[in-house]
């Protein structure tokens, strides 16, 4: 892989990359589907119901048959929206996403780009979304949009900076913000996994991570019992769907994120169980923090603006810089 | 500076937290309130006209539909006003009855207000776990009297059907299950940091304020006064239980929550004497003349809905038809205090304080 990115783009290679890039963005979509029918059926179950259970074989279909509903409903465009603004918006949400997750190393030999900034490249892409909010807020021309767009946005600033101070102290202890680096400094037994001696910053990031998400109990840009649904409430048929494609992938890089920061990538808890191939250890890593988020989901209700304001900037921003502190103290330590 | 400017947003009467049909409109300086004018009777049917040309038993659906959550105390207060004028005897059976539906009313009703509360405050599961109570309280008025919202139960005189074989032993059963699963509920939300923070101090009015406006029920125990028409001036057959009226000091949207799932335990505990006590048999129905036509004059009686206190005020001029009736409807009352409340709130308290207050629109628009 690393070799087809480095080589001369050529016509052969471009059509590769186009396959691979496909092959990506299937992958994606086919997890999008499930994601959301887990999600229903876990809900479901938490909350004494069934879920869905009738398309195909235990609803297996359900998100198919939602997707062809959503692709076959009228485009509206509300008269005063601004049109260019309004259609462009779902697109900029969903674009970085998918971006993201090129750097993302599944297992030793499938990164797709194992760029040396990784990390920063995830966080700086990652903060365009709330851009596409923000503009299908204010171009929906709608009260209730423009202030979760407006939410959004203020989320987006003050979250993003914790969240980057809590992995410095990540990257203090690997040296790198290569993120198939970070891995390689997790391998070995579970204890080396950065969710132990970076337990803080773990904490930090999930809770930071998840008011990224603008998911439960952070979803206040779309906080349905106030803003009926925030920022995309005049969006329908497919640009809804781009919304929601955009927060499921957003899910899925998050997912990633935390098994390679925190649980150790492709390693297995112990050198013993190596023989089990990377990949599996990253799905099953991946695959419980993915029900992490549905959990709190079914769990916890809601934050208000101002209380989502003061944990982020009284509680985790002291906490996370007082972590990197702490962190760089006792590595100065430890190395000499 | 940036110019700022105040925007007038207008929430319902489609929306998803008014919990029906209610309108308000605010005006807000980002997301405080600086003035909110809400707009009731987008539901308004006329009930207290329709009634001046229904006989008595005919009005008893209207009440039906009034508070549509708490359709069988509204039943009650209607026909306890006209028991009141006629001075009729009523059947011990038929008055067991009456309380043990009232007071599974009073159950099922809290618990749907729990659970949209909770919805309100962004927490989707409680809401779920209480209509699973609700609905085996649900299923048990259907197998009284066949209908699961308006139940045209109670009579002048009596109560419609009597129970069928078995109807109080799951009742009795009913109560144990109840008891665990209000545990359960406390387990789940009652101590949730996020919880907490959401309610607590918010939309505090005195004990004095919540007199002044008028308010009755949990409103108005949640300040600390202990006013509960059931202990207050006993009707129907109260005065035999054994209960306690919950209060609580605070006034906050916290204390209103605590004093209604204290009102769900109590219930709980009247209940639990109701059914061992319960007449084996009798008649179901007193001696009642079969038009009823109550003598000329005015009565006003007012009993505890679980929202507060409801009234029937009637004037009778010798017929069939009342010449007047006017309901005093609780979350009518409860309501007026809003406004007073939202000024300098932001948009996500608002919806606290609404549905603290538990407004059913069928009943504030009358």
Request: aromatic share 12%; glycine share 8%.
């Amino acid at each position: 892989m690393i070799d087809l990115i480095q080589s001369q783009l050529t016509f052969t290679n471009l059509i590769l990359l186009f396959i691979i890039a496909a092959v990506l963005l299937m992958t994606l979509l086919g997890f999008v589907s499930y994601a959301i029918y887990f999600e229903r059926k876990f809900i479901g179950w938490i909350q004494l119901r069934i879920g869905p259970n009738r398309t195909g074989p235990l609803g297996l279909f359900q998100s198919f048959a939602d997707i062809l509903k959503l692709l076959i409903k009228e485009d509206v465009i509300p008269t005063k929206a601004d049109k260019t603004l309004f259609i462009i918006a779902p697109v900029i949400a969903f674009a970085p996403a998918f971006i993201v997750l090129a750097t993302i190393p599944y297992a030793e030999n499938l990164p797709f780009a194992d760029l040396n900034v990784g990390l920063l490249y995830y966080i700086a892409i990652s903060g365009l979304t709330t851009l596409g909010m923000l503009m299908g807020g204010w171009a929906s021309n709608n009260k209730y949009a423009l202030l979760g767009g407006m939410r959004s946005a203020a989320q987006m600033i003050s979250y993003e900076v914790p969240l980057v101070i809590s992995v410095i102290g990540v990257i203090l202890m690997t040296g790198s913000l290569k993120l198939s680096a970070i891995v390689e400094g997790q391998a070995g037994y579970i204890w080396n996994w950065n969710i132990f001696p970076q337990a803080v910053a773990f904490i930090i990031f999930l809770i930071a991570a998840v008011s990224e998400l603008n998911r439960t109990p952070f979803d206040l840009p779309e906080a349905e019992s106030e803003l009926v649904a925030g920022y995309h409430v005049e969006y329908s048929g497919f640009r809804f769907a781009f919304f929601m494609l955009a927060e499921y992938t957003y899910v899925f890089a998050f997912s990633a994120l935390t098994t390679i920061l925190f649980l150790g990538g492709w390693h297995a808890p112990l050198p013993a169980l190596e023989f089990v191939p990377g990949i599996l250890w990253f799905l099953l890593k991946f695959s419980f923090m993915v029900f992490f988020l549905y959990w709190i989901r079914a769990t916890l209700p809601r934050l208000r603006v101002d209380q989502l304001m003061g944990l982020g900037w009284k509680v985790l921003l002291p906490i996370a810089l007082v972590n990197v502190f702490i962190t760089a103290i006792v590595l100065e330590i430890i190395r000499n | 500076m940036l110019r700022t400017e105040e925007l007038l947003l207008n929430v319902g009467p489609q929306h998803p937290s008014t919990h029906g049909v209610f309108r308000i409109v605010l005006k807000i300086d980002g997301e405080i309130i600086k003035e909110a004018t809400p707009v009731i009777g987008y539901l308004h049917r006329g009930t207290e006209k329709l009634a001046e040309n229904l006989n008595y038993t005919q009005i008893i659906p209207y009440t039906d539909r009034m508070d549509y959550v708490s359709a069988m105390t509204n039943n009650y207060a209607l026909v306890n006003s006209v028991e009141k004028m006629m001075q009729l005897e009523i059947p011990e059976r038929a008055e067991f009855l009456r309380l043990i539906v009232m007071e599974l009313q009073r159950i099922a009703s809290h618990l749907v207000w729990f659970g949209t509360y909770l919805l309100d405050i962004g927490a989707m599961s409680p809401f779920l776990y209480a209509f699973r109570d609700r609905e085996t309280i649900i299923n048990l008025f259907n197998e009284l009297c066949g209908a699961r919202l308006t139940y045209f139960y109670m009579r002048v005189g009596g109560v419609k059907w009597d129970a069928p074989e078995g109807w109080i032993e799951k009742v009795k059963n009913f109560l144990p299950e109840m008891r665990r699963n209000l545990d359960e509920y406390h387990e789940l939300v009652s101590g949730n940091e996020i919880f907490l923070a959401r309610v607590k101090g918010i939309g505090k009015y005195d004990a004095q304020t919540a007199i002044n406006f008028g308010l009755s029920g949990a409103n108005l125990r949640s300040t600390g006064v202990k006013w509960d028409l059931r202990k207050d001036q006993p009707y129907s057959i109260y005065d035999r239980f054994e209960f306690d009226v919950a209060t609580h000091p605070d006034g906050d949207c916290w204390s209103r929550y605590v004093v209604r799932m204290e009102e769900i335990k109590q219930s709980i505990r009247i209940l639990e004497q109701a059914v061992e006590q319960f007449p084996a048999e009798g008649e179901i129905m007193g001696k009642v003349p079969r038009v009823i036509r109550p003598a000329e004059g005015e009565v006003y009686a007012g009993i505890e809905s679980p929202r507060g206190e409801i009234g029937v005020h009637i004037v009778s001029k010798g017929k069939a038809e009342p010449y007047r009736l006017k309901f005093r409807r609780p979350s009518f009352t409860n309501l007026q205090i809003l406004e007073k409340l939202l000024v300098g709130e932001n948009i996500t308290n608002m919806v606290t304080i609404l549905g603290g207050i538990d407004i059913v629109l069928g009943e504030v628009d009358g």
